[in-house]
């Protein structure tokens, strides 16, 4: 180990060096709060707790000073640092060059640090008089992942470090990524990864203290929604981005990256659902600690396979010098979490036992199982690429073919599984009521699956998944109903005000049948563009037209313009329906005078039955063009859904508590 | 003798288990591409012939051959030592030209040292920092 930054000449490279020393200090500082925060805890001696906790809001601000700094440094152009020459240039816009403070390894470790700090004093300012017996373990942690990526930071990915010989000018971002959704894709996704390690130090401080009350459960529970919604809107983000930008007709490729942000959603949207069962029944408590603590694993998991490149070259282990420090790290958080799990287990294991096979407690537990084996067969397919270059010397990867096969079933089990659970009461549901209640909504769905059928749909996993999504469409849509009539017999409200007021006041059951609403419309998404999409290739001269799914495409033009930073070929297209002429489309292309590559311009006309999405393939010196023409049914409604789930969470973020679950029993156990 | 709820749910979710763990390890079954470089691929050709794999190389530079108003490409790619020849029908990436690095996955043919590829990608070089690091 070296310490290259004690070389940095501050006369030469001021930047680098105030960089440098800003994120030693920082270092520094993580490194006190977690012994201080250890020791005050251990030793019930509230002032170094206090100064622990100090020491972390200077951290807060040292890392912020560090993170504008760099920023100030990729809006003036500072060449000095090769963080910079690599990720940013003079020639992008101001913002994209903001942007490129996670557009590197580098600059987006710092920016995950950044966050974590954000989050932390929040959370210090949050509990400043409030679950103090817990507080102590919990800044310790928090300082611990600070301490773990200001140390990956200062020894192997440092943004602050000089370039070796002057350069003029940087080597820009990739045009594809200078897009307003790639600006806000990784906050959004950072915003959630690095969120979950918030409620891993409250489980952390439950271990250590072997306390939990009601008082505990609310921030732990509050923690992990604040970054699954981060998440969630980070993950539809950049399928948003991938679906529009790149070009190939679709928006989820199960590319390594993408499933390293897919793990720790599945495990926290399963953590979401189980931690209803600790609150209602106290019963679970060791495995949600596990599951929230697994979250984190795979959120810093995510975070390296993101960065380091380690799945997408052929030979892994020598590919990038983070590399080590991320196995320990994972490794050390995977040993003592298990180590403290062993400990404590006697202490943390739920007393309760489940009463009835027909309840919510147990629906709850399948869903469990669905999700974390969904969660295992993405991680199983993600890592056999390294798993079998250990053990037989050369990588086998598994394709999209695989995922597709093994999480369908599942999903679908999922689904249904969302349609009746809602259906079903706490601790014991009588079979009579649940059938009842299961009446209505069966029934509808038969009704609408017959009438696809009748309609000629006749693949068996599209009419599952249809038929699961109406059901469950079915029950929220009773759900919602039984509710405002309530209300309206209560309180004798409008249907609208009930409506309203049914969201606010109970926000947590029905925000939550929100987000189920949208996934529906997602699947419906998914499902009708993973099984009806529409592919084909035409040739076209000016003047020819093509025929797709009842459009009719004109073909007009082949265009080039001249803009400073850009030329632009694009196909002029008339879209017409009949002799009605729809809307002008006008794929192209775009080449940068930097980047060694074309930009991909798709056209899309979107409706809700379906998107016609043209890329323009080539073309030739006499204006002929090939046109990849994908027609995508329904996948409208996957950004509907996609939408609706985050206003659900929005809605459940709500900070009013359910009376009912105050009534929960806690027993708050005490120190052994 | 009446089974316990606790029994029931337990016996229901360990079954649950053992079905994703089918479901999985049936799926890899026929799924498998072996991820190789080019001198792996020339090593194990005879093992590997008429299976899935997933090549690391470059495009040979002069070597993409595009069928007129079609989009059909055949092309190389290369270590600079060995090649291995390509043919692919579709959209190719913005990035795909002479020299640049591309993932080709496809049935690998012994005989004629040829992948018939269904899959051509060309690396995201923000995504992956691999490039750059690697030594």
């Known amino acids: ?672 | 003798m009446r089974l316990r709820a606790r029994e029931i749910v337990i016996g229901g979710l360990s079954l649950g288990i053992l079905l994703i763990g089918y479901l999985v390890f049936s799926g890899m079954r026929g799924q498998q591409q072996y991820y190789l470089h080019l001198d792996e691929l020339d090593r194990m050709a005879a093992e590997i012939d008429g299976k899935g794999v997933r090549i690391n190389g470059r495009v040979e530079p002069g070597s993409i051959r595009k069928a007129p108003q079609r989009l059909v490409y055949d092309f190389a790619i290369t270590d600079g030592q060995r090649r291995v020849t390509v043919h692919y029908e579709g959209v190719v990436s913005d990035m795909f030209k002479d020299g640049i690095e591309v993932v080709v996955e496809g049935r690998y043919d012994a005989r004629r040292n040829h992948i018939e590829a269904t899959r051509l990608l060309t690396k995201c070089p923000s995504k992956y920092q691999a490039d750059t690091a690697r030594p």
């Open chain 1, 1 to 672: 180990m070296s310490f290259p930054w004690i070389h940095y000449d501050p006369t030469q490279h001021p930047v680098a060096f105030v960089g440098t020393v800003l994120l030693a200090w920082a270092w520094l500082m993580a490194l006190y709060a977690m012994v201080a925060g250890v020791w005050g805890g251990l030793r019930r001696r509230e002032p170094w707790v206090r100064s622990g906790e100090h020491a972390l809001w200077a951290t807060t601000l040292v890392l912020s000073m560090v993170v504008f700094l760099l920023w100030q440094a990729l809006y003036t152009n500072n060449f000095d640092l090769a963080y910079i020459v690599q990720h940013s240039s003079s020639k992008i816009p101001r913002l994209y060059a903001l942007a490129a403070l996670w557009g590197g390894q580098e600059g987006s470790l710092l920016f995950w640090v950044w966050i974590l700090s954000l989050y932390t004093a929040l959370v210090l300012l949050q509990n400043r008089h409030r679950r103090r017996p817990w507080l102590p373990y919990v800044s310790a942690t928090l300082a611990l992942v600070q301490l773990f990526f200001l140390t990956t930071i200062l020894f192997a990915a440092n943004p602050f470090t000089p370039v070796p010989e002057a350069v003029g000018e940087g080597r820009g971002l990739n045009p594809i990524l200078q897009r307003p959704l790639m600006a806000i894709h990784p906050p959004n996704l950072y915003l959630g990864y690095v969120g979950f390690t918030v409620p891993f130090a409250f489980a952390v401080a439950a271990l250590v203290t072997g306390q939990m009350n009601l008082e505990w459960l609310v921030a732990i529970r509050r923690w992990a929604l604040v970054p699954w919604f981060f998440l969630t809107a980070g993950i539809l983000i950049g399928s948003r981005w991938a679906y529009q930008e790149l070009g190939w007709g679709g928006y989820w490729a199960w590319d390594p990256v993408e499933n390293a942000s897919l793990m720790p959603w599945l495990l926290s949207t399963a953590y979401l659902h189980s931690i209803m069962v600790q609150e209602k029944k106290n019963m679970l408590r060791a495995w949600n600690i596990t599951l929230i603590m697994a979250t984190f694993l795979l959120s810093v998991l995510g975070t390296f396979i993101t960065r380091s490149g380690i799945l997408s070259s052929v030979h892994a282990f020598a590919v990038s010098p983070i590399g080590d420090y991320f196995i320990v790290f994972l490794s050390f958080i995977l040993f003592y979490g298990l180590a403290l799990l062993y400990i404590r287990w006697p202490v943390i294991r739920s007393a309760q036992r489940i009463e009835a096979v027909l309840s919510k407690e147990s629906s709850f537990l399948f869903n469990n199982l669905l999700l974390t084996g969904i969660c295992f067969a993405v991680l199983w397919g993600t890592l056999f690429p390294l798993v079998s270059d250990l053990v037989k010397g050369h990588r086998i990867t598994v394709a999209a073919p695989f995922f597709n096969q093994v999480t369908a079933p599942l999903g679908l089990a999922l689904l249904i599984l969302t349609g009746i659970c809602p259906l079903i009461a706490w601790r014991r549901a009588t079979w009579t009521n649940f059938e009842r209640n299961l009446l209505l909504p069966s029934v509808f769905t038969l009704v609408v699956t017959s009438v696809l059928f009748a309609l000629g749909v006749r693949e068996a996993l599209p009419l599952a998944f249809t038929g699961a999504g109406v059901l469950v469409l079915a029950t929220t849509a009773l759900e919602f109903y039984r509710g405002v009539r309530a209300r309206r017999r209560m309180y004798g409200e409008p249907v609208w005000t009930a409506f309203g007021k049914l969201l606010i006041k109970h926000p947590r059951r029905y925000g939550g049948y929100v987000v189920h609403f949208g996934v529906v419309l997602l699947f419906f998404g998914i499902v009708g563009s993973a099984f009806y999409q529409v592919k084909r290739e035409v040739f076209l001269r000016p003047g020819d037209t093509a025929h797709l799914q009842g459009y009719t495409l004109k073909y007009e033009s082949l265009s080039l313009r001249r803009f400073p930073h850009k030329d632009l070929v694009t196909a002029s297209i008339v879209l017409q329906r009949g002799d009605r002429v729809v809307t002008r489309l006008a794929p192209g292309r775009e080449f940068h005078p930097n980047a060694d590559q074309p930009v991909t311009n798709v056209a899309i006309y979107s409706t809700w039955r379906g998107d016609v999405y043209l890329v323009l393939g080539a073309w030739d010196e006499n204006q002929g063009v090939t046109l990849e023409m994908y027609y995508n049914p329904l996948i409208f409604w996957f950004w509907v859904g996609g939408w609706l789930m985050l206003i659900g969470g929005v809605i459940v973020m709500n900070p009013r508590w359910e009376p009912a679950y105050m009534l929960a029993p806690q027993a708050a156990v005490a120190r052994p």
